[in-house]
């Protein structure tokens, strides 16, 4: 069960003119800031949920279309400066891609779709973390997807200094911007959790991995009892 919020949206004139159907999977994407292990439990998630016999599609945000993986070069691979606005706009290219061509598909399928970062990881990178209006982001970005935003979001937190403790290889583009970028990151995560408590849930992903993949399927496994 998604949220699409493109029907009140296109009274209102604000997305595009052709909005997504209903659907009927359920969409889970898995944020944080850097060092939270997202990535490592969003592969964890996906592993439990086939064993469980559910029917997963594993994405990442940019990267599981071949647009997807360009942007991602040129994101996080580039020497040249990129202004929060080209990397915002760009972010929000590539996810519209993967809405029409990897996560509707599937929902429609009724599939569990698992995607490493979405929607809100431009908010807090580009909006709190770059400095760009944070309504004016959320509302173009949420556009340009035609509302379709996972029903759960789980947003694994740990503190900045603890997070890029944990990077033992070379830093990217965004994990070389400064530490005061990335602690307006984390706190905006956390703004946005407390402003979507039932969409958003955090984590402390501060302790042991397998700790912190029984919390992540403790809230999963609710969620998929009301979904299927």
């Known amino acids: 069960m998604i949220k699409n919020r493109s029907a009140p949206a296109l009274k209102r004139g604000l997305t595009p003119s052709a909005a997504m159907p209903d659907h009927r999977g359920l969409f889970i994407s898995l ?4 060092g939270s292990g997202k990535s490592s439990q969003a592969r964890r998630l996906v592993s439990a949920l086939r064993r469980a016999g559910y ?3 594993f994405l990442r945000d940019p990267g ?7 942007l991602r070069r040129v994101l996080l691979h580039t020497s040249g400066r990129l202004s929060p606005l080209t990397e915002a706009l760009l972010f929000i290219g590539g996810r519209v891609q993967l809405v029409e061509e990897r996560i509707h598909p599937a929902l429609v ?10 929607h ?8 709190f973390g770059g400095g760009l ?4 982001l959320d509302r173009l970005g949420q556009r340009a997807i035609h509302g379709v935003m996972p029903s759960l979001t789980i947003v694994l937190d740990v503190a900045t200094q603890a ?14 911007k400064a530490a005061v970028f990335h602690r307006r990151v984390r706190r905006g995560y956390l703004r946005l959790a407390k402003r979507e408590p039932k969409r958003m849930v955090v984590v402390d992903a501060s302790g ?3 700790e912190v993949r029984r919390r992540i399927w403790m809230i999963v496994a609710r969620r998929l009892r009301l979904a299927y």
């Open 64 to 70: 599981s279309t071949a647009l997807g993986r360009a």
């Open 55 to 57: 029917r997963v599609v």
């Open 163 to 176: 997070g890029f403790a944990r990077l033992h290889r070379s830093h990217d583009r965004m994990e070389r």
């Open 109 to 118: 399928k009724r599939k569990v779709v698992v995607c490493d970062r979405f």
């Open 208 to 210: 042991a991995p397998e």
């Open 133 to 136: 209006e944070v309504p004016w």
């Open 31 to 34: 944020d944080g800031p850097e």
């Open 120 to 127: 809100d990881a431009t908010i807090a990178y580009q909006g």
